[in-house]
T-cell receptor, first 113, second 111 residues
Framework: AQTVTQSQPEMSVQEAETVTLSCTYD???????LFWYKQPPSRQMILVIR??????QNATENRFSVNFQKAAKSFSLKISDSQLGDTAMYFC??????????FGQGTRLTINP | NAGVTQTPKFRVLKTGQSMTLLCAQD?????MYWYRQDPGMGLRLIHY???????AKGEVPDGYNVSRLKKQNFLLGLESAAPSQTSVYFC??????????FGQGTRLTVV
């Protein structure tokens, strides 16, 4: 089965705190990419960060970083110094052949002032 | 740069009516996709295309048809709309370099 599981339907933290969103996946692909997408209330899908599965080094993009554990098929997203603008739905995904994306159910993150 | 443009952004249909959603991309991407987003289920792939004139089924294709007559356009059709097709529909395009670009979504309500 090709699946993505996000076990935290909702999370809430205070502004400036660090928050970690969990994601596990199952794929039979040998070479793939993993993604975190952000969907704010505007509904736009915004790519936050991308990880190539064959790279051991964890990807980082400014305040966003991942903890990629390939053997465990785990791909968590850490947001440091959280900001009000980080409030959104976050989706974990990986790609299959022809770049088709398989998404998790999403985590609704709220950053409180 | 427009990126990926979906038309329309909102639509209300009566059960049994038909409609076509249009997706246009200006990035010369080979791959195009239609996803639907339902509460608590993330995005699921309906149909996709790996090039002009080709289409293939995704995870949830029943009740939908697609066409890609031109490389830049990917049409999603509902021949006889059902309430179960109430959803938000996203079009996306991608090159072989993996990064996908999404349209702004179409909220469809079938009553």
């Amino acid at each position: 089965a090709q699946t993505v599981t996000q076990s935290q339907p909702e999370m809430s933290v205070q502004e400036a705190e660090t928050v970690t969103l969990s994601c596990t996946y199952d794929t039979s692909e040998s070479n793939y990419y993993l993604f975190w997408y952000k969907q704010p209330p505007s509904r736009q899908m915004i790519l936050v960060i991308r990880q190539e599965a064959y790279k051991q080094q964890n990807a980082t993009e400014n305040r966003f970083s991942v903890n990629f554990q390939k053997a465990a098929k785990s791909f968590s997203l850490k947001i440091s110094d959280s900001q009000l603008g980080d409030t959104a739905m976050y989706f974990c995904a990986f790609n299959r052949g022809a770049q088709k994306l398989v998404f998790g159910q999403g985590t609704r993150l709220t950053i409180n002032p | 740069n427009a990126g990926v443009t979906q038309t329309p952004k909102f639509r209300v249909l009566k059960t049994g009516q038909s409609m076509t959603l249009l997706c246009a991309q200006d990035m010369n991407h080979e791959y195009m996709y239609w996803y639907r987003q339902d509460p608590g289920m993330g995005l699921r792939l309906i149909h996709y295309s790996v090039g002009e004139g080709t289409t293939a089924k995704g995870e949830v294709p029943d009740g939908y048809n697609v066409s890609r007559l031109k490389k830049q356009n990917f049409l999603l059709g509902l021949e006889s709309a059902a309430p179960s097709q109430t959803s938000v529909y996203f079009c996306a395009s991608s090159s072989r370099q993996v990064k996908a670009f999404f349209g702004q979504g179409t909220r469809l309500t079938v009553v």
